[in-house]
């Protein structure tokens, strides 16, 4: 009960953020409340057993993240615009698609059910056969380096490319200045 | 008992809460940075979305110990792992063009952007110079 408990309390924390992230206009502030955000939901994956994602989330969400969006907002501006007109039309399609997930939530099962689907069939397997084939105590660990071994080569080539994708964006940049500097001599 | 019933179903709805403000910023807001802090709001509603399911209460984390019998599903946990990673990976990569983007046009709002496109194509008519070469 405690568990659900504090989970309860983590994700209130984490809705009234999100309203905040929503209506500040001033760029520093929501970053500054994403960071918070990231904090808040690395807790919550931490109460939901998930202690391997947890971490990563309070590394990478809380920590990288944070310095990518400081290093974007010195390189541009830090205040956001009031829009020209009210959003009504994004209001309705945001209320709207909420409402029908809501609709399609009601038949899941309730939290923390140890007899739902999702945990009859390949987590409790993954479970059972993880010390004997492969000898590592974290299941995660195993699952992802050894079970799952070309998903996780999928993600680093996704890295990859995104990282060369980045070099070639900044790198433009630079031999721009270069030719700025040399029209000022 | 409602209460009961409401926690039951409370990581559902909020994670649902988080999904649509993630949309609502997306869809809304001109401001890039604004945009890409939205659909982490999205991404991250979608971890909460995986994770849920996988808890098991009175469970463990699923690392192998004795003296312990009941423990959380493990491949929610290595899926989401994979996408965090991607998802910063995305971040990153958008953070740069819009970097790119105030460059080129002097403000990472999407109106005047736009607005801006606009003139800078009737110039390009007249110049023949690429937009972004044009400033």
């Known amino acids: 009960m405690s568990e659900a408990l504090i989970n309860t309390v983590l994700l209130s924390l984490l809705a009234c953020i999100t309203i905040g992230i929503v209506r500040t206009r001033n760029l520093f ?10 904090l808040l939901i690395a807790s919550v994956m931490m109460v939901l057993d998930a202690v391997d994602v947890a971490m990563t989330e309070a590394s990478v969400g809380a920590g990288m993240s944070t310095v990518l969006l400081l290093g974007t907002l010195y390189l541009t501006k830090g205040h956001e615009m009031k829009a020209f007109k009210p959003p009504l039309l994004p209001l309705f399609v945001a209320i709207g698609v909420g409402a029908m997930l809501v609709y399609g939530t009601i038949d899941l099962p309730p939290f923390g059910a140890a007899d739902q689907p999702v945990n009859q069939h390949v987590g409790p397997d993954y479970l059972a056969r993880s010390k004997p084939e492969t000898g590592i105590p974290n299941v995660v660990t ?44 | 008992m409602i209460f009961e019933e409401f926690i039951n179903y409370y990581n559902y709805f909020i994670t649902l809460f988080l999904m649509s403000s993630g949309l609502y910023i997306v869809v809304a807001r001109g401001n890039m940075v604004k945009k890409l802090v939205g659909l982490g709001l999205f991404q991250t509603s979608v971890y909460l979305l995986y994770l849920s399911p996988g808890k098991i209460l009175g469970g463990t984390p699923p690392i192998l110990a004795e003296g312990y019998e009941v423990y959380s599903n493990p491949l929610p946990h290595v899926l989401i792992l994979t996408a965090i990673v991607v998802g910063v990976a995305t971040l990153g990569l958008g953070l740069a063009l819009v970097v790119r983007i105030h460059e080129a046009y002097g403000t990472i709002e999407e109106d005047e952007i736009f607005s801006k496109g606009d003139d800078l194509q009737e110039e390009d008519n007249k110049n023949s110079t690429l937009p972004g070469d044009a400033k």
Do not use: Q
């Open chain 1, 29 to 38: 502030g929501v970053v500054v409340l994403s960071g918070i955000y990231s």
């Open chain 1, 142 to 185: 195993s699952v992802l380096a050894s079970y799952r071994g070309f998903d996780t080569l999928g993600e680093t080539t996704v890295v990859f490319t995104a990282g060369i994708g980045i070099l070639m964006l900044l790198r433009r940049r630079r031999k721009k200045d270069d030719t700025l500097r040399e029209g000022e001599k």
